[in-house]
């Protein structure tokens, strides 16, 4: 629920052209000058955190990343043993152990690595947009 | 879970208990404690956004502008990680995360005997995050048909490695949920396990004759420690609320 929103009256739904142009730069300027105003927003994430909130996201980080790894190496370790001890016997009839298990391990080792780096990608560039004004009424294009 | 130093296992606070029975058609459905702190989460969470958000006041009070606040900050992280088009998966994102959040600061409150941190325990967090990835594989069957497994298959690559990299795409992609859950329920339980046996450090040098000196150490470190286990509660479910916003990103818009 924006303001602007509960500001307007009841016919909120015919605003004409001209007042919807004004209203869309006016909450264009409003958005800009919360985000001059919010210092936490997006100027402090790019560097001038402080030390111990610093080190505090570093460590989430290297968590997060070391599970990524871990998530991937079990995954491809699990799904090579299931397919020699299950799979492959039951349904071929050969025996493979521990071939696909070596194999997947080998598979899923990368498939960690993989996902290590592309959370680390998105760490370093930070998926950030520039926050938007308070939504116009009756724009669609706005928020669902 | 503090200052218990009876000689208790650290893991004792994790043990589920019984407290209603109840039997539906062969299957155990009865009310645990887990479940009954599940349920008081979502007694708290009900009521507060209800009567916070009773009086809609333009100017809001102080608890509307909490419940408002958290509806930005969840708003803000569905917009910058999956657009616009993601604000149809908020109340989805929204719930997880004030679900999550209540349950890990619940887990916080102590009282003897009673404490039970619900997301310590891999059956709920792994639940929470199936839940996730089958809202992505199904949104983005119905979005994109089965050109949504093209996420496995990466852009720019040489025709022959393509045997090689899809099995990799595929398991890191199964692998999401895994590490989803993995995290938040192996933060919760080493964080909890952690204080217990700090405190319990103060029951044990107490109770050493002259050791005792060093007692207030392991307690200054045990109000460190409280302070940590607040914060990675809350990071914990800001991570949760984030990673699923960026699985949904994928089935939102397809390849990356």
Redesign the interface.
Known sequence: ?S?AE??SDRNDGQLSPEDRAEFKRRSAELGRRLDEARPGSELSKSGKSSKNSDS?ELM?RA??LS??L???I???AG?GWWLDTYLMPSVFGVKTWPLMFIV?FL??S???M??VV?SGM?MKTG???P?KGPAVPGDE???? | MAADGHGHSPIEQFEIKELLPINIFGIDASLTNSGAYMLVALGLIFGFLYFSTGGRSLVPTRLQSISELIYEFVANTVRENVGNQGMQFFPLVFSLFIFVLVLNLLGMIPIPGITFTVTSHIAITASLAILVISIVVLYGLYKHGLGFFKIFVPSGVPLALYPLLIPIEIISFISRPISLSVRLFANMLAGHIALKIFAGFIGVLLGAGVWAILAPLPLLLTVALTALEVLVAVLQAYVFAVLTCIYLSDAVHGSH
């Open positions: 629920m303001p509960k500001g505090n989430g968590l997060r599970t990524e871990i998530g991937g079990v995954v491809g799904i997947f598979l899923g990368a498939a960690g993989l996902n592309r998105k998926p950030s947009a926050s294009d706005d928020v669902k």
